[in-house]
Nanobody
Framework: QVQLVESGGGLVQPGGSLRLSCVVS????????MGWYRQAPGKQRELVAS????????NYADSVKGRFIISRDNAKNTMYLQMNSLEPEDTAVYYC?????????WGQGTQVTVSS
């Protein structure tokens, strides 16, 4: 069973930056299309960024475009989300998974709180 482990969240002031990491326990990570999701209190989980298996193709939700950068290191089975110019509206629990073919077992997520 594939395990997803997110880390890197924390409390940051508006305008600040954070870098999230997602480690995926599988030998075929390099074949997976992957993405970052977030869920704010009282809201549905949403996909904010996705990345192709080779890392060349990326896509972003309009709400984060120009501020967030998704990347991956297939040699380390790890995906990243560099979050810049953070806003209070970015406050949420962030998860990683495989868009369109999500693994049944989600990770615990990592909390990002943007507040002054």
């Amino acid at each position: 069973q594939v395990q997803l482990v997110e880390s890197g969240g924390g409390l940051v002031q508006p305008g600040g930056s954070l870098r999230l990491s997602c480690v995926v326990s599988t030998s075929i990570f390099s074949s997976y299309f992957m993405g970052w999701y977030r869920q704010a209190p009282g809201k549905q989980r949403e996909l904010v960024a996705s990345i192709g298996s080779s890392g060349v193709r990326t896509n972003y939700a309009d709400s984060v475009k120009g501020r967030f950068i998704i990347s991956r290191d297939n040699a380390k089975n790890t995906m990243y989300l560099q979050m810049n110019s953070l806003e209070p509206e970015d406050t949420a629990v962030y998860y990683c998974n495989r868009p369109g073919a999500e693994f049944a077992s989600w990770g615990q997520g990592t909390q990002v709180t943007v507040s002054s």
